[in-house]
């Protein structure tokens, strides 16, 4: 499996290979004590229960890695697939947003992205990483699959 960075992230990446080599490759960035490691993009989704003793469940993006899914993982303008899908029908269910839910991270994606970081208080820059995972609403799951609302991560 590879993984494709979108557009903004390899943007990102060239400006900060061009501010280091401008100076001389004297950068250094140290990440705060509670940093979020990311460990790719978002490629997959699945369904998590409450807890043990809950019949419901959420939809969450998450990417395969290491043998596991792990959602410590990213997307931005550009990104394509199941995790975009399970980010998309959060935020048609659960924010009101009439985009389309087809795995693809474009502009009414983005916006869409947007107007939830703004309605939940958080950095809006229509990226999502761990301020999107931990703050916004997904959609939540009866045990037969049926969907039910929204509620967030929290459980």
Request: with cysteine.
């Amino acid at each position: 499996m590879s993984v494709r960075p979108g557009k903004r992230f390899r943007s990102l990446l060239a400006t900060g290979a061009l501010t280091a080599g401008l100076l001389g490759g004297a950068v250094a960035v140290a990440p705060s004590a509670s940093a979020w490691t990311y460990v790719g993009e978002c490629s997959s989704s699945h369904k998590i229960a409450y807890n043990t003793t809950s019949s419901q469940s959420i939809k969450i993006p998450d990417v395969r890695y290491q043998g596991y899914y792990n959602v410590r993982c990213w997307m931005d303008y550009g990104s394509t697939g199941i995790g975009v899908e399970a980010l998309q029908l959060a935020l048609r269910t659960c924010y009101g947003r009439s985009i389309a839910v087809d795995g693809d991270f474009g502009p009414a994606t983005r916006d869409a992205l947007k107007y939830a970081q703004g309605q939940e208080g958080i950095t809006v820059d229509g990226l999502y990483g761990e301020q999107a995972f931990e703050n916004l609403k997904w959609a939540r799951y009866t045990q037969d699959g049926t969907r039910n609302g929204c509620a967030s991560r929290d459980f």
